[in-house]
């Protein structure tokens, strides 16, 4: 019979700390240590495996695995990915938090979305989607063997976006903007790049007469050339004073770099004081619209597939049309 623990006797037997870190340490001799890492659920999880014994549903609950989530995955993804992915959480965790991850059923989720889209349709979507990848990240670490509980369960159908913002708008918000806004506003226009991508810019990006961008959403890397209204624009940015220090394309006027809280809180002023309701991000679909050329369009935005760019101009402005040109030597009335 083993000694009686004088100490953490919350742990399963044959498990031990040290350091920090969590161990199983067999009965046979010579002793073997099996390292079961420092998270206390996992390290459970790992021992229950060694021990063959049922895995705790404290260890295997939704919480668990979203915790392991968010701390092993969302840091690699985007800032505002990681932003949204927060918010997303906190009802997830309201409703299946203490829940084991390998007892949720389809009807559950069906549940979740129907009561959820109540309020909001689009959100209730978007945590339908944390939710299913949780729960593959969930297969892939060994939590469960089980089929995703939203694999066959649609989300709500979502309507386009088609916001259109003329150039009366643009101006008239432009003209109440902070400067750092205007030069955020026409660089956003210039370059048909969505915020996050504008704000990273740095001066290394331009070469050559060129500006480097790699897309955060889908990595992909362009090269927009600098002339005409964009060169106006760079020039116009890089007389201003800076920080040479601070590599940033965009600085406030203490020489640190635009965030994006500053962006939105100047950009929402200013819309508030011009009556104008667009929001920042329709600055990227005014600049694919007003190209009217699609194939220009689709490279400047980076879109893989044609379709994408086709759907996403015409929703906003409508499709060019031709009107009816009757032949030549015609003089019956119109009806």
């Not at 979305?113 to 060994?142: M, P």
Request: aromatic share 8%.
């Amino acid at each position: 019979m083993g000694r009686k623990r004088q100490n953490n006797h919350n742990l399963p037997p044959r498990m031990h700390v040290k350091a920090g870190r969590y161990y199983h340490v067999s009965s046979t001799l010579p002793r073997k240590w099996t390292p079961l890492g420092d998270d206390l659920n996992e390290a459970r999880r790992k021992w229950a495996d060694l021990e063959s014994e049922p895995v705790g549903t404290a260890d295997k609950s939704f919480s668990v695995v979203a915790r392991r989530y968010m701390r092993d995955v969302l840091p690699t993804l985007s800032r505002q990915t990681q932003r949204d992915y927060t918010q997303y959480l906190v009802p997830l965790e309201a409703v299946f938090g203490e829940v084991a991850i390998d007892s949720i059923r389809p009807v559950d989720v069906a549940e979740y979305l129907r009561i959820r889209g109540e309020r909001s349709k689009v959100r209730a979507n978007r945590e339908r989607a944390l939710f299913s990848t949780i729960f593959n990240h969930a297969r892939a670490w060994g939590y469960t063997d089980i089929t995703n509980p939203c694999s066959g369960i649609k989300g709500f159908k979502e309507k386009p976006r088609d916001r259109y913002v003329s150039d009366d708008e643009y101006a008239a918000v432009w003209a109440c903007a902070h400067p750092t806004v205007q030069d955020a506003m026409d660089l956003a226009l210039c370059t048909g790049q969505r915020p996050a991508d504008v704000l990273k810019i740095v001066v290394t990006d331009i070469s050559d007469g060129k500006l480097a961008v790699t897309q955060n959403k889908t990595g992909k890397k362009l090269r927009i050339a600098i002339e005409g209204d964009l060169a106006d624009v760079m020039a116009r940015i890089m007389s201003k004073q800076r920080n040479d220090l601070n590599p940033a394309l965009l600085q406030d006027p203490n020489g640190e770099r635009l965030t994006y809280f500053a962006l939105r809180s100047r950009f929402d002023k200013a819309r508030e004081v011009a009556g104008v309701s667009f929001q920042f991000r329709d600055l990227r679909a005014k600049a694919a619209t007003d190209t009217e050329d699609l194939a220009h369009a689709q490279r400047l935005l980076g879109h893989k597939n044609r379709s994408t760019t086709e759907i996403y101009t015409r929703e906003r402005r409508g499709e060019l049309v031709r009107p009816l040109r009757r032949a030549a030597g015609d003089t019956k009335p119109m009806k």
